[in-house]
């Protein structure tokens, strides 16, 4: 009996939950496995009647499911940084789920972007560092409002912390059993202290790994690559800031927002899958939003979990949606509404 702990959030985040909600559901009738899913209401309207975030006794009663599903947090009304900070962030720091793991798999080369790329050309993973880094929150401000204020912003790199990130990311690479390629994206040349600490753990993890080729390329260069030859990638390791950057990127290439999903993955603990894109305010209500990144989510949470079949089931049926009835992949121009981009999942599930 798996415990989900359902958390729709803002926006368009509920709609595309619904959706999901929906697959697990005949996923579960289809593979006999039995789950209880339990809604929690954090995100900006809470914070808007209450004045609250996340509090230590959510995270506390958080910590007793098997995983969570995320719709989307952002709300209009609510000052930039708060929710981000004080759910997202919040979420995935007091959780430990220090892998953010996401797929850029392109599915209908129709969707693509870039001329002439195929399915086969785009098929990577980015293995992003979920706890530290920028996002750590460390610096601040000298002088502030004066005409010589200094705004500091440190990256914070522990040992442990690139360590488990890395080992995680040659694991993943050899079960993956694609290319067993790795390729660590960082910036070498300038971030001379982070980096470097990257770079020596980074090859001395590669040497217990000798099935896996490993590879270096900056962040600036693979953002190029990305666009020129995607097909080089098989997984790639990096940093917290620049996982945020170059995922961003991996969602346009696999054809938008509107199919990327995440797992922001603690190995040992409770793990939290999300649609990449936001809360998508202008959408909100409309019956357009592409639920497909929310159900890709929920497949990649039964293969957390250990019910890969069913995971497995769950993308195919997305792959058949995608290439074989949607327009586009983009809100409001599929040729369907939301809730029946839900049902054709279904069907062909
Ligand atoms: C993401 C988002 C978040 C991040 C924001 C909303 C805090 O952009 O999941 O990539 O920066 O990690
Ligand atoms: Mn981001």
Redesign the pocket.
């Known amino acids: 009996m798996y415990r989900i702990a359902v958390i729709p959030g803002d926006g368009t985040g509920p709609e595309v939950v619904r959706e999901g909600l929906k697959v697990l559901e005949s996923a579960s009738r289809k593979f006999n496995f039995k789950y209880e899913a339990k809604v929690f209401d954090f995100g900006g309207e809470r914070y808007l009647k209450t004045g609250k975030t996340l509090e230590d006794k959510d995270i506390e009663e958080l910590k007793s499911y098997s995983a969570i599903f995320l719709g989307a947090?952002?709300h209009p009304q609510v000052k930039p940084g708060i929710l981000?900070t004080g759910v997202?962030?919040k979420l995935r720091f007091s959780l430990d789920q220090y892998i953010n793991l996401r797929p850029v798999k392109l599915y209908n080369s129709a969707f693509c972007p870039l001329k002439d790329k195929k399915p086969e050309d785009i098929d990577f993973v980015v293995v992003r560092e979920n706890s530290e880094g920028l996002y750590k929150g460390m610096g601040e401000f000298q002088n502030k409002g004066t005409k010589d204020e200094v705004a500091t912003q440190i990256s914070y790199n522990t040992r442990k912390g690139v360590e488990r990130c890395i080992r995680y990311a040659f694991e993943y690479t050899r079960s993956r059993n694609k290319k067993k390629k790795l390729t660590l994206c960082g910036k070498t040349n300038v971030l001379t202290f982070a980096w470097d600490l990257w770079e020596r753990v980074f090859n001395e993890v590669a040497k217990e790994y000798t099935d896996i080729q490993t590879d270096y390329a900056h962040v600036d260069a693979t953002t190029m690559w990305f666009v020129k030859n995607p097909e080089w990638f098989d997984v790639i390791v990096t940093d917290n800031m620049f996982g945020?950057i170059i995922?961003d990127l991996g969602a346009m290439i696999q054809g938008g927002m509107g199919i990327a999903a995440?797992g922001n993955i603690n190995p040992g603990g409770v793990s939290m899958f999300e649609p990449?894109g936001g809360s998508a305010p202008k959408y909100t209500g409309k019956d357009v939003i592409n639920p497909l990144a929310a159900i890709c989510a929920v497949g990649m949470m039964l293969e957390n979990l250990g019910q890969t079949q069913a995971g497995k089931a769950v993308e195919d049926a997305v792959i058949k949606v995608a290439t074989k009835k949607l327009n586009s992949l983009a809100a409001g121009k599929m040729g369907y509404s939301t809730k029946q981009v839900g049902d054709l999942v279904e069907e062909y599930l």
């Open positions: 947090i952002g981000e997202l962030l945020d995922t995440g990449i």
